[in-house]
């Protein structure tokens, strides 16, 4: 089975704009969720979809929002990028019992710096 | 709010030394208790996981992991540890609608 893939690996975006990073989960798998990993905070916890909806939430303010579309592929967007939200971001699916109870997969993240 | 925390930072052992590497959780109702590990240059993947029954878990390459509920804790252990076990440990809990992971705590075993 191919694994968890996120696009791009890289992303350079000025302050100010927006961002849209790509997941695709493993074939099967409906749980999609996302993570935000910073040298100063560790892996925090963004949201999760399932079946298109969003099933659970971090502490995460609502410039970060998220999809999921009929695929089970998932878009996570940040609008009026902060310096602070430089940071790898990690996508990860896990089976129909949710990112919650389930083991997760993830992919190579995404690396978002933010000038 | 609940918090995972994890005893060290890094750790450093020689090859064939025991490791113990220490995990609580501030919540103290059901949860789910992960460690997940993270090779050089690889991705996050699971090591082990505690959902329900027997409180002392074994996973993937020789690790177990024991759960006390009574210290809010979940300790991953190995008896002899391998140069391919450098990597960073990290203990994840979840409960409700978050989940929660601990700090990392990095691990380097000298050849």
């Known amino acids: 089975k191919a694994g968890v893939t996120q696009t791009p690996r890289y992303l350079i975006k000025t302050r100010g704009q927006q961002v849209t990073l790509s997941c695709s989960p493993i074939?099967?798998?409906?749980?999609v969720s996302w993570y935000q990993q910073t040298p100063g905070q560790g892996l925090q916890f963004l949201f999760e979809y399932f079946s298109e909806t969003q099933r659970n939430k971090g502490n995460f303010p609502g410039r970060f929002s998220g999809r999921q579309f009929s695929n089970s592929r998932s878009e996570m967007n940040v609008s009026t990028l902060e310096l602070g939200d430089s940071a790898l971001y990690l996508c990860a699916s896990s089976g129909d019992k949710g990112a919650l109870n389930s083991p997760l997969h993830f992919g190579n993240g995404t690396r978002l710096t933010v000038t | 709010a609940q918090s995972v925390s994890q005893h060290n930072h890094h750790v450093i052992l020689s090859e064939a030394a025991s490791l113990e590497l220490g995990c609580n959780y501030s919540?103290?109702?059901?949860?789910?208790l992960f460690w997940y590990v993270q090779y050089p240059g690889q991705h996050l993947q699971l090591l082990l996981k505690y959902f329900s029954g027997d409180p002392l878990v074994k996973g993937i390459k020789g690790f177990e992991a024991e759960f006390i509920k009574s210290k809010f804790s979940f300790n991953l252990r190995k008896p002899s540890v391998q140069w391919s076990d450098t990597a960073e440990y990290f203990c994840?809990?979840?409960?409700?609608?978050?989940?929660?992971f601990g700090p990392g705590t990095r691990l380097s075993v000298l050849p």
């Open positions: 919540y103290g109702g059901t949860v789910n």
């Open positions: 994840a809990v979840n409960h409700g609608q978050n989940f929660v």
């Open positions: 074939s099967g798998h409906r749980s």
